[in-house]
């Protein structure tokens, strides 16, 4: 059974610095893998997508990276903002029936202070 | 993008509900997760096409349906207390492009 698991649970973090967040899979047979942001009591937005053969994507400031053998990705944002706290989730599609199923994390909850 | 709607709902328990979501369009799969506080997304269901194409850990009285025309519903029957939580829809086409998730319907069961 597939289990994400996200750590750390909570970070705060001064304006300006570079942080990386992470997220593990106990199973290597993924079909692609999603971060994304959820303010709070809103919706998910997506940030960036790596598909199972992919080792990266970038998009501004934030960078995804994926190693399927070691069953981890990592969510690096570069000069932190406070506009980017929020609740970060990662989430492994796990190819299952013709279409695959989002299996989510619990996620890391950002605080970047002025 | 995704609409939900409503954005609220009160209810109480042992009463039906029916939430509705509008998939982008071109879409072809539709997702519903439950969203209790402070947890992560569970996977309830998945309609592919109109056909129910998996189902997570969740009892019968969650059921859906998908419609030709990109939208679709979750209807949950005699609610408890603990389906207080918010639902996110999700569409994809085939999931090879990721999820595009709707801004949620809140429930609260009292």
């Known amino acids: 059974k597939q289990e994400v698991t996200q750590i750390p649970a909570a970070l705060s973090v001064p304006e300006g610095e570079n942080l990386v967040l992470n997220c593990s899979f106990t199973?290597?047979?993924?079909?692609?893998l999603q971060w994304f942001r959820q303010d709070p009591g809103k919706g998910l937005t997506s940030l960036l997508l790596i598909q199972s053969s992919q080792r990266e994507q970038t998009s501004g400031r934030l960078n995804a990276s994926l190693d399927k053998s070691s069953g981890r990705s990592t969510l690096y944002i570069a000069a932190s903002q406070p506009g980017d706290s929020a609740t970060y989730l990662c989430?492994?599609?796990?190819?299952?029936?013709?279409?695959?199923?989002?299996?989510f994390g619990q996620g890391t909850t950002l605080q970047v202070k002025p | 993008g995704v609409t939900q709607s409503p954005t609220h709902l009160i209810k109480t328990r042992g009463q039906q509900v029916t939430l509705r979501c509008s998939s982008q369009s071109g879409h072809n799969t539709v997702s519903w997760y439950q969203q209790a506080l402070g947890q992560g997304p569970q996977f309830i269901f998945q309609?592919?096409?109109?056909?129910?194409?998996g189902r997570g850990n969740f009892p019968p009285r969650f059921s859906g349906l998908q419609f030709p025309n990109d939208s679709s519903e979750l209807n949950v029957n005699a609610l408890e207390l603990d389906d207080s939580a918010l639902y996110l829809c999700a569409s994809s086409f085939t999931g090879t492009d990721g999820y595009t998730f709707g801004s949620g319907t809140r429930l609260t069961v009292v």
């Open positions: 989430a492994v599609d796990d190819g299952s029936g013709n279409t695959g199923k989002l299996i």
């Open positions: 199973d290597s047979a993924i079909y692609n």
């Open positions: 309609y592919y096409r109109e056909e129910e194409n």
